[in-house]
Protein backbone atom coordinates (compact mmCIF):
# COMPACT_ATOMS: atom_id res chain seq x y z
CA UNK A 1 0.00 0.00 0.00
CA UNK A 2 1.40 3.38 -0.78
CA UNK A 3 2.42 5.34 2.12
CA UNK A 4 2.37 9.33 1.64
CA UNK A 5 4.46 11.73 4.01
CA UNK A 6 1.80 14.02 5.41
CA UNK A 7 4.71 16.13 7.31
CA UNK A 8 7.95 16.43 9.23
CA UNK A 9 8.58 18.12 12.09
CA UNK A 10 11.34 19.70 13.48
CA UNK A 11 11.40 19.56 17.74
CA UNK A 12 14.19 21.65 18.75
CA UNK A 13 15.70 20.12 22.08
CA UNK A 14 14.66 22.21 25.25
CA UNK A 15 17.42 21.77 28.24
CA UNK A 16 18.34 23.40 31.00
CA UNK A 17 19.99 26.76 30.40
CA UNK A 18 22.64 28.69 32.35
CA UNK A 19 20.89 30.73 34.72
CA UNK A 20 20.75 34.30 32.89
CA UNK A 21 20.85 32.31 29.17
CA UNK A 22 19.55 33.61 26.61
CA UNK A 23 16.56 31.50 25.19
CA UNK A 24 16.33 30.58 21.27
CA UNK A 25 13.10 31.41 19.87
CA UNK A 26 11.20 29.38 17.58
CA UNK A 27 10.90 29.56 13.76
CA UNK A 28 8.61 28.58 11.20
CA UNK A 29 10.16 27.53 7.71
CA UNK A 30 8.99 26.23 4.12
CA UNK A 31 11.36 23.46 2.46
CA UNK A 32 9.48 22.72 -0.99
CA UNK A 33 5.89 21.04 -0.60
CA UNK A 34 6.44 19.67 3.15
CA UNK A 35 6.50 22.56 5.82
CA UNK A 36 8.80 22.11 8.75
CA UNK A 37 8.37 23.73 11.98
CA UNK A 38 9.88 23.87 14.84
CA UNK A 39 9.18 25.03 18.61
CA UNK A 40 9.03 24.39 22.04
CA UNK A 41 7.60 21.71 23.35
CA UNK A 42 5.52 21.99 26.89
CA UNK A 43 7.10 21.73 30.09
CA UNK A 44 8.15 18.26 30.73
CA UNK A 45 5.90 17.83 33.94
CA UNK A 46 2.54 19.57 31.91
CA UNK A 47 3.34 16.73 28.85
CA UNK A 48 -0.08 14.51 28.27
CA UNK A 49 1.48 11.09 27.28
CA UNK A 50 -0.99 8.18 25.67
CA UNK A 51 -0.19 5.06 27.21
CA UNK A 52 -2.58 2.88 24.66
CA UNK A 53 -1.34 2.07 21.21
CA UNK A 54 -2.06 -0.61 18.67
CA UNK A 55 -0.08 -3.46 19.08
CA UNK A 56 0.35 -5.25 15.72
CA UNK A 57 3.39 -7.59 16.09
CA UNK A 58 4.86 -9.55 19.07
CA UNK A 59 6.93 -7.41 21.59
CA UNK A 60 10.58 -7.32 20.85
CA UNK A 61 12.79 -8.36 23.78
CA UNK A 62 14.75 -5.71 25.44
CA UNK A 63 18.17 -5.64 25.69
CA UNK A 64 19.72 -4.98 29.30
CA UNK A 65 20.03 -1.61 29.85
CA UNK A 66 22.60 -0.31 33.08
CA UNK A 67 20.78 0.92 36.20
CA UNK A 68 23.62 4.33 35.73
CA UNK A 69 20.46 5.18 33.00
CA UNK A 70 17.82 6.91 35.51
CA UNK A 71 15.15 8.00 33.37
CA UNK A 72 15.10 4.62 30.95
CA UNK A 73 14.30 2.50 34.06
CA UNK A 74 11.13 5.15 35.20
CA UNK A 75 9.83 4.62 31.88
CA UNK A 76 6.99 1.51 30.93
CA UNK A 77 8.03 -0.98 28.36
CA UNK A 78 6.91 0.42 25.17
CA UNK A 79 8.64 3.72 25.87
CA UNK A 80 11.72 2.01 26.30
CA UNK A 81 11.52 0.30 23.14
CA UNK A 82 10.92 3.85 21.54
CA UNK A 83 14.01 4.79 23.92
CA UNK A 84 16.02 2.57 22.29
CA UNK A 85 15.34 2.75 19.19
CA UNK A 86 16.17 6.61 19.79
CA UNK A 87 19.57 5.69 21.30
CA UNK A 88 21.06 3.79 18.64
CA UNK A 89 19.46 5.99 16.19
CA UNK A 90 21.52 9.02 17.67
CA UNK A 91 24.60 6.76 18.67
CA UNK A 92 24.70 6.40 14.83
CA UNK A 93 24.49 9.66 13.52
CA UNK A 94 21.13 8.29 11.84
CA UNK A 95 18.15 9.60 10.22
CA UNK A 96 14.78 7.92 8.70
CA UNK A 97 14.78 5.53 11.39
CA UNK A 98 11.27 3.59 12.25
CA UNK A 99 10.29 3.75 15.39
CA UNK A 100 7.70 1.07 17.12
CA UNK A 101 4.81 3.73 17.62
CA UNK A 102 2.22 5.50 15.60
CA UNK A 103 1.99 7.80 18.66
CA UNK A 104 3.63 11.16 18.07
CA UNK A 105 2.43 12.42 21.20
CA UNK A 106 4.97 10.13 23.32
CA UNK A 107 8.06 11.31 21.29
CA UNK A 108 9.10 14.12 22.98
CA UNK A 109 9.14 12.81 26.66
CA UNK A 110 11.70 10.09 25.66
CA UNK A 111 13.77 11.68 23.67
CA UNK A 112 14.24 14.19 26.85
CA UNK A 113 14.65 11.36 28.35
CA UNK A 114 17.74 9.99 26.21
CA UNK A 115 19.63 12.42 26.19
CA UNK A 116 18.74 13.64 30.27
CA UNK A 117 20.84 10.02 30.76
CA UNK A 118 23.80 10.18 28.05
CA UNK A 119 25.67 13.32 27.84
CA UNK A 120 28.08 11.90 25.33
CA UNK A 121 25.35 12.69 23.04
CA UNK A 122 27.20 16.42 22.89
CA UNK A 123 26.63 16.53 18.96
CA UNK A 124 22.68 16.40 19.59
CA UNK A 125 21.02 19.15 19.04
CA UNK A 126 17.40 17.88 18.47
CA UNK A 127 15.34 15.58 16.32
CA UNK A 128 12.82 15.68 13.42
CA UNK A 129 9.92 12.75 12.69
CA UNK A 130 7.75 12.10 10.14
CA UNK A 131 4.02 10.67 9.71
CA UNK A 132 3.10 8.49 7.18
CA UNK A 133 -0.77 8.08 6.51
CA UNK A 134 -2.77 6.15 4.82
CA UNK A 135 -6.72 6.66 4.83
CA UNK A 136 -5.98 9.25 7.29
CA UNK A 137 -4.23 6.92 9.47
CA UNK A 138 -0.87 7.33 10.84
CA UNK A 139 1.02 4.15 10.15
CA UNK A 140 4.33 4.65 10.50
CA UNK A 141 6.95 7.33 12.28
CA UNK A 142 10.28 7.83 11.53
CA UNK A 143 13.17 9.47 12.99
CA UNK A 144 16.10 11.93 12.69
CA UNK A 145 18.25 13.33 14.70
CA UNK A 146 19.80 16.72 14.20
CA UNK A 147 23.60 17.40 14.73
CA UNK A 148 25.79 19.90 15.21
CA UNK A 149 29.02 18.14 14.10
CA UNK A 150 29.81 15.82 11.05
CA UNK A 151 30.91 12.15 11.89
CA UNK A 152 34.79 13.14 11.42
CA UNK A 153 34.24 15.97 14.00
CA UNK A 154 32.42 13.72 16.59
CA UNK A 155 35.02 11.32 16.46
CA UNK A 156 37.87 13.93 16.93
CA UNK A 157 36.03 15.31 20.20
CA UNK A 158 35.50 12.23 21.59
CA UNK A 159 39.20 11.46 20.70
CA UNK A 160 39.47 14.82 22.33
CA UNK A 161 37.93 14.06 25.88
CA UNK A 162 39.12 10.96 26.08
CA UNK A 163 42.37 12.96 26.41
CA UNK A 164 41.65 15.07 28.56
CA UNK A 165 40.16 13.19 31.21
CA UNK A 166 42.70 10.41 31.42
CA UNK A 167 45.36 12.12 34.23
CA UNK A 168 42.08 12.44 36.28
CA UNK A 169 41.18 9.16 36.45
CA UNK A 170 44.31 8.15 37.03
CA UNK A 171 44.18 9.61 40.19
CA UNK A 172 40.15 9.62 40.98
CA UNK A 173 39.60 7.14 44.33
CA UNK A 174 38.03 4.28 42.64
CA UNK A 175 36.87 1.29 44.52
CA UNK A 176 36.48 3.41 47.66
CA UNK A 177 33.66 5.11 49.38
CA UNK A 178 31.55 6.66 46.37
CA UNK A 179 31.38 9.78 48.44
CA UNK A 180 35.28 10.38 47.84
CA UNK A 181 34.81 9.59 44.18
CA UNK A 182 32.20 11.92 43.89
CA UNK A 183 33.98 14.75 45.86
CA UNK A 184 36.72 14.30 43.76
CA UNK A 185 35.15 14.73 40.83
CA UNK A 186 33.21 18.06 41.86
CA UNK A 187 36.25 20.01 42.46
CA UNK A 188 37.53 18.28 39.67
CA UNK A 189 35.54 20.18 37.54
CA UNK A 190 35.01 22.78 39.20
CA UNK A 191 38.48 23.89 39.71
CA UNK A 192 38.75 23.06 35.29
CA UNK A 193 36.07 25.08 34.45
CA UNK A 194 35.12 28.51 34.45
CA UNK A 195 31.71 29.92 34.14
CA UNK A 196 31.39 31.49 31.01
CA UNK A 197 28.09 32.39 29.09
CA UNK A 198 30.03 33.39 25.89
CA UNK A 199 31.89 29.95 25.11
CA UNK A 200 30.74 27.85 22.15
CA UNK A 201 29.17 24.83 22.99
CA UNK A 202 28.22 25.71 26.19
CA UNK A 203 25.09 23.30 26.34
CA UNK A 204 27.30 20.19 26.15
CA UNK A 205 30.08 18.89 27.38
CA UNK A 206 32.69 19.41 24.89
CA UNK A 207 33.04 22.97 26.36
CA UNK A 208 33.94 21.76 30.07
CA UNK A 209 36.98 19.55 28.39
CA UNK A 210 37.61 21.38 25.62
CA UNK A 211 37.89 24.84 26.42
CA UNK A 212 37.63 25.08 30.46
CA UNK A 213 34.45 27.15 30.08
CA UNK A 214 30.89 26.07 30.45
CA UNK A 215 27.60 27.35 31.57
CA UNK A 216 24.97 25.53 34.25
CA UNK A 217 23.98 22.84 31.20
CA UNK A 218 27.66 22.06 30.15
CA UNK A 219 29.12 21.75 34.14
CA UNK A 220 25.97 19.47 34.85
CA UNK A 221 26.30 17.49 31.67
CA UNK A 222 30.00 17.14 32.68
CA UNK A 223 29.61 16.01 36.42
CA UNK A 224 27.22 12.97 35.20
CA UNK A 225 29.55 11.82 32.27
CA UNK A 226 32.12 11.72 34.62
CA UNK A 227 30.50 9.80 37.71
CA UNK A 228 28.71 7.11 34.68
CA UNK A 229 32.41 6.42 33.38
CA UNK A 230 33.12 6.00 37.74
CA UNK A 231 30.39 3.88 37.47
CA UNK A 232 27.63 5.85 39.28
CA UNK A 233 24.24 6.86 38.88
CA UNK A 234 23.89 10.11 37.51
CA UNK A 235 20.90 12.42 35.45
CA UNK A 236 20.69 15.35 34.83
CA UNK A 237 17.79 17.62 35.85
CA UNK A 238 16.36 20.51 34.86
CA UNK A 239 14.28 23.39 35.70
CA UNK A 240 14.40 26.72 37.14
CA UNK A 241 16.08 29.13 39.60
CA UNK A 242 15.47 32.49 40.00
CA UNK A 243 13.15 32.52 37.27
CA UNK A 244 15.53 31.60 34.77
CA UNK A 245 16.41 27.77 33.49
CA UNK A 246 19.05 25.88 34.86
CA UNK A 247 20.61 22.49 35.16
CA UNK A 248 22.03 20.38 37.97
CA UNK A 249 22.18 16.47 39.06
CA UNK A 250 20.55 14.14 40.63
CA UNK A 251 23.26 10.84 42.31
CA UNK A 252 23.01 7.94 43.76
CA UNK A 253 25.51 7.84 46.36
CA UNK A 254 26.63 4.35 48.74
CA UNK A 255 22.91 3.86 47.87
CA UNK A 256 20.85 6.81 48.58
CA UNK A 257 19.80 9.82 46.34
CA UNK A 258 21.13 13.03 46.40
CA UNK A 259 21.07 16.64 44.29
CA UNK A 260 23.77 18.14 43.20
CA UNK A 261 24.74 21.33 41.96
CA UNK A 262 28.15 21.73 40.54
CA UNK A 263 27.29 25.00 38.55
CA UNK A 264 26.51 26.76 42.29
CA UNK A 265 29.81 25.32 43.71
CA UNK A 266 32.00 27.22 41.30
CA UNK A 267 33.30 30.82 43.14
CA UNK A 268 33.44 31.95 39.16
CA UNK A 269 29.52 31.82 38.86
CA UNK A 270 28.77 32.60 42.60
CA UNK A 271 30.87 35.56 42.66
CA UNK A 272 30.14 36.64 38.70
CA UNK A 273 28.30 39.99 39.53
CA UNK A 274 30.54 40.93 43.01
CA UNK A 275 33.01 43.58 43.87
CA UNK A 276 36.46 43.07 43.73
CA UNK A 277 37.09 42.80 47.71
CA UNK A 278 34.16 41.05 47.84
CA UNK A 279 35.94 38.32 45.88
CA UNK A 280 38.72 38.12 48.16
CA UNK A 281 36.56 36.41 50.32
CA UNK A 282 34.89 33.75 48.19
CA UNK A 283 36.08 30.20 48.41
CA UNK A 284 36.37 28.47 45.23
CA UNK A 285 34.32 25.81 45.61
CA UNK A 286 31.01 25.99 47.80
CA UNK A 287 29.45 22.95 49.07
CA UNK A 288 26.27 24.27 49.87
CA UNK A 289 24.67 22.36 47.35
CA UNK A 290 27.09 19.26 47.61
CA UNK A 291 24.38 15.94 47.70
CA UNK A 292 21.97 17.78 49.39
CA UNK A 293 18.03 16.53 50.07
CA UNK A 294 15.12 17.20 48.19
CA UNK A 295 14.09 19.58 50.80
CA UNK A 296 17.02 21.40 50.55
CA UNK A 297 17.39 22.04 46.96
CA UNK A 298 13.98 23.21 45.82
CA UNK A 299 14.24 25.99 48.63
CA UNK A 300 16.07 27.36 45.77
CA UNK A 301 15.35 25.21 42.30
CA UNK A 302 12.54 24.53 40.82
CA UNK A 303 12.18 21.11 39.37
CA UNK A 304 10.91 20.20 35.78
CA UNK A 305 9.78 16.45 36.38
CA UNK A 306 10.37 14.63 33.28
CA UNK A 307 10.58 11.40 34.89
CA UNK A 308 9.00 10.73 38.93
CA UNK A 309 12.14 11.84 41.10
CA UNK A 310 13.08 9.83 44.68
CA UNK A 311 12.39 12.22 47.70
CA UNK A 312 16.01 12.73 48.58
CA UNK A 313 16.14 12.64 52.16
CA UNK A 314 18.94 10.67 53.26
CA UNK A 315 22.09 13.14 55.54
CA UNK A 316 24.93 10.52 55.36
CA UNK A 317 26.97 11.38 52.42
CA UNK A 318 26.70 15.42 52.47
CA UNK A 319 29.78 17.16 52.73
CA UNK A 320 29.28 18.99 55.83
CA UNK A 321 28.14 15.57 57.84
CA UNK A 322 30.91 13.73 56.31
CA UNK A 323 33.86 16.56 57.05
CA UNK A 324 32.39 17.05 61.04
CA UNK A 325 31.34 20.31 60.08
CA UNK A 326 27.48 19.74 60.43
CA UNK A 327 25.75 21.13 64.10
CA UNK A 328 22.24 20.15 65.89
CA UNK A 329 23.24 22.85 68.49
CA UNK A 330 25.88 25.11 69.44
CA UNK A 331 28.68 23.11 70.86
CA UNK A 332 32.02 24.86 72.28
CA UNK A 333 34.15 21.86 71.94
CA UNK A 334 33.25 20.38 68.50
CA UNK A 335 34.04 24.48 67.41
CA UNK A 336 37.39 24.09 69.15
CA UNK A 337 38.23 20.95 67.57
CA UNK A 338 37.32 22.56 63.93
CA UNK A 339 39.59 25.70 64.43
CA UNK A 340 42.02 24.17 65.60
CA UNK A 341 41.85 20.96 62.72
CA UNK A 342 45.08 21.14 60.33
CA UNK A 343 42.61 21.11 57.47
CA UNK A 344 40.92 25.17 58.64
CA UNK A 345 44.71 26.39 59.61
CA UNK A 346 46.21 25.22 55.79
CA UNK A 347 43.43 27.17 53.96
CA UNK A 348 42.59 30.04 56.68
CA UNK A 349 38.68 29.51 56.24
CA UNK A 350 35.70 27.45 57.32
CA UNK A 351 32.12 26.19 56.79
CA UNK A 352 29.72 25.58 58.81
CA UNK A 353 26.43 24.33 58.66
CA UNK A 354 22.97 24.13 61.03
CA UNK A 355 20.53 21.66 61.03
CA UNK A 356 17.63 23.76 61.84
CA UNK A 357 17.25 27.25 61.98
CA UNK A 358 17.70 27.41 66.00
CA UNK A 359 20.48 26.03 65.45
CA UNK A 360 21.73 28.18 62.91
CA UNK A 361 20.71 31.01 64.97
CA UNK A 362 22.50 30.08 68.18
CA UNK A 363 26.05 30.01 66.13
CA UNK A 364 25.27 33.62 64.21
CA UNK A 365 24.54 34.88 67.76
CA UNK A 366 27.40 33.18 70.06
CA UNK A 367 30.06 33.40 67.16
CA UNK A 368 29.42 36.53 65.39
CA UNK A 369 26.78 39.16 67.58
CA UNK A 370 29.02 38.45 70.57
CA UNK A 371 32.01 37.60 68.87
CA UNK A 372 32.88 34.23 70.50
CA UNK A 373 34.53 33.27 67.56
CA UNK A 374 37.40 34.63 68.97
CA UNK A 375 37.39 32.03 71.43
CA UNK A 376 38.70 29.98 69.19
CA UNK A 377 40.93 32.22 67.06
CA UNK A 378 43.75 33.54 68.31
CA UNK A 379 43.31 37.31 66.38
CA UNK A 380 41.79 39.20 68.78
CA UNK A 381 42.23 43.10 67.54
CA UNK A 382 42.30 41.64 63.81
CA UNK A 383 38.94 41.39 61.79
CA UNK A 384 37.45 38.03 60.21
CA UNK A 385 35.57 38.11 57.34
CA UNK A 386 32.12 36.00 57.20
CA UNK A 387 29.14 35.78 55.13
CA UNK A 388 25.55 33.44 55.23
CA UNK A 389 23.52 31.23 53.56
CA UNK A 390 20.19 31.45 55.50
CA UNK A 391 18.60 29.33 53.13
CA UNK A 392 20.73 26.49 53.39
CA UNK A 393 21.86 27.38 57.11
CA UNK A 394 25.58 27.48 56.41
CA UNK A 395 27.91 30.34 57.95
CA UNK A 396 31.27 30.98 56.13
CA UNK A 397 33.95 32.27 57.81
CA UNK A 398 37.81 33.43 56.26
CA UNK A 399 41.20 34.96 57.35
CA UNK A 400 41.05 33.00 60.55
Request: proline share 2%.
Amino acid sequence: MLLTALASCIMLLIQGCAVQDNQQNATLEKKGTEETCTYEPEQPDMVQTTEETTQTEEPQKLREVSELYYAYHCLDREKQQIYLEMLDALTGIESGVHLSTVDKSILEVVFSCVMNDHPELFYVEGYQYTEYMTNAVVTEITFSGTYSMTAEEIGQVQLSIVQRLRDCFAQIPLNEDEYNTVKYLYEWLINNTEYDKSVENNQNISSVFLQGKSVCQGYAKAMQYMLQQAGIQCLLVTGFTNGERHGWNLVRVNGNYYYLDPTWGDASYTSSGTDTASQAYVPSINYDYFLVTTDEITRTHSIEKVVPLPVCSALADNYFVREGLYFDSYDEAKLALIFDSDAVKSVGSVTLKCDSDETYASLVQNLITEQNIFDFIDKRGASIAYTFNETQRTISLWDL
